[in-house]
């Protein structure tokens, strides 16, 4: 019954907040995914159960094959190169920042390398790392939880930039559509294409590997969905795009409900302090450098929260941009991210 509960808030909240939004302005100032954070985070207070975990998986691997079913392969290929330098600036920026912080703080060798696990492709680096290393569980959900909250201002001053420096021309149209415009029959046949990549990708998975591996499938939906739209006839496809953020906010607001708050009461701030600052020191750092080598900003804003929050997150920096094209590449590098950030993490607790 709390499931059928939570399953039925986390698919309503969102299309509330689709419906409403041109109607309040604090929606329209902060945008419809932060909203979902803070109440996903309000909600964390009264709701803990397993299934929480089961709708954000869901609802992430439902949205990439819709948001990517009109992006251009040639397109694809001419930004890919400057969103992967900018990647792999990004990942030594992080690095640099953890051991600089790391040198001067009286922190444990887990620490950093959590640290620079989470910030080289998103939390699921970080769940990989507390079970490579087997680290304390209290320090595993005070660095989850400590990440939701910090990384929710974090990305409330990436889409303002995002939405300042997007392109102009788009600026005024609206990142959602109103949520009667879901459901409409020109959605099926996107649905029906987006259920049947997600069935190829999670047969593939337990087929290769005998159980669903977070790297391949989120690699194989985004190259699947990719082909698919080099071959599809579909008019109008804005449609499935409106459909794949509605599942983006759904996301964003069960992931924000597995903050751990009773963890983060019972330890000490100084894992806020070390998160805090390697963010600050690693955006100072990575920025300038984007600058000093004249990377193009689209790109390593893209690049930047592939790598800080993984592939969830770029698509909403994308559609703030206005930067379709961006949405693949950025997707790309982040499961690149999600494939070495273990490794980086484990490389840097070995030897520090």
């Known amino acids: 019954m709390m499931s059928l509960l939570i399953w039925s808030l986390c698919l309503v909240i969102p299309l509330v907040i689709l419906q409403v939004q041109k109607r309040l302005a604090i929606i329209q100032n902060l945008g419809p995914a932060i909203i979902c954070y803070l109440i996903g985070f309000l909600a964390s207070f009264l709701i803990n159960h397993e299934s929480i975990q089961q709708i954000s998986e869901i609802s992430l691997i439902l949205s990439l094959p819709l948001l990517l079913m009109n992006s251009k392969l040639s397109r694809l290929i001419q930004v890919s190169p400057s969103v992967l330098l900018s990647f792999l600036l990004s990942i030594i920026t992080v690095t640099v920042s953890v051991l600089v912080i790391f ?45 939701f909250l ?48 997600n069935a190829l990708c999670l047969a593939s998975s337990y087929l290769f590997f005998a159980k669903i591996h977070a790297t391949y499938l989120i690699a194989s939906l985004t190259l699947v969905s990719l082909i698919s739209a080099s071959f599809h006839r579909f008019e109008k496809t804005e449609i499935a795009d409106q459909w794949g953020e509605y599942f983006i906010l759904v996301f964003c607001l069960s992931i924000a409900m597995q903050v751990n708050l009773q963890e983060m009461a019972s330890n000490a701030l100084f894992i806020f302090y ?33 790598s800080i929050f993984g592939p969830p997150f770029v698509i909403l920096i994308g559609k703030n941009l206005n930067r379709q094209d961006l949405i693949a590449p950025g997707i790309a590098v982040a499961t690149l991210g999600v494939a070495l950030g273990t490794f980086l993490g484990i490389f840097l607790h070995h030897v520090l």
């Open 274 to 306: 070390f998160i805090v600052l390697v963010l600050l020191l690693n955006g100072l750092l990575y920025f300038i450098l984007c600058k000093f080598l004249k990377l193009d900003f689209h790109s390593s804003l893209i690049s930047h929260m592939a």
């Open 150 to 197: 910090i990384g929710a201002f974090y990305l409330f001053i990436a889409m303002k930039l995002a939405k300042a420096y997007g392109q102009r021309e788009q600026l005024e149209n609206e990142t959602l559509g109103i949520s009667e415009k879901l459901f409409q029959k020109k959605a099926l046949p996107f649905l029906a294409l987006m259920l049947m990549i």
């Open 103 to 147: 040198y001067f703080s009286s922190a444990d060798k887990i620490l950093p390398a959590a640290t620079v696990a989470l910030f080289t492709g998103g939390t699921v680096n970080l769940s990989s790392l507390y079970v490579a290393l087997g680290f304390a569980e209290h320090v595993y959900l005070s660095i989850m939880s400590y990440d």
